[in-house]
């Protein structure tokens, strides 16, 4: 399962045309929001009793979200020992250098600056897709 976290309707359109196309038996699940993406990870709010001992193998994660900016998402995911071992990619339109320190300073594992051109955008989540899910092995991470 992959985590999506993205809040513009055309880039999670063609993020998740790719990812298909990468894996099509992968589940993606979208949070269009940050504090939805944690209310996810850590099976509350809306995602109450969800299982969480199911993780993603892999977040990516915008930046710039409505509630909770995508650095805070990370803060929190890297803060509780449950969760810090998931993979996060940030996956955002900034090119700011602070940005960039700031997310591997908090613990991303990479930091990729989405395309203007919707092929790259797409050519660039259909390899991250294969990268994560087929050639990366992640940690084990269980919510208890």
Do not use: H
């Not at 880039?11 to 990812?19: T, V």
């Not at 979208?30 to 109450?48: C, H, K, N, P, S």
């Not at 449950?82 to 990619?89: A, E, F, G, K, N």
């Amino acid at each position: 399962m992959i985590l999506l976290v993205e809040d513009n309707p055309d880039d999670e359109a063609l993020a998740l045309r790719a990812l298909k196309k990468a894996n099509p038996k992968t589940q993606v699940v979208v949070a269009r929001d940050g504090q939805q993406a944690l209310d996810f990870v850590f099976g509350e709010g809306d995602y109450q009793g969800r299982n969480v001992a199911e993780q993603p193998v892999v977040i990516f994660l915008d930046m710039k979200l409505p509630k909770l900016n995508g650095l805070d998402v990370l803060r929190n995911i890297r803060n509780d020992q449950r969760t810090c071992l998931l993979p996060v990619v940030i996956l955002t339109s900034s090119d700011e250098s602070s940005d960039i320190k700031e997310a591997y300073r908090l613990g991303a594992n990479s930091y990729i600056n989405k395309p203007v051109n919707f092929t790259e955008f797409s050519r660039q989540m259909n390899l991250m897709g294969e990268y994560w899910l087929d050639i990366n092995r992640p940690p084990l991470c269980k919510l208890q």
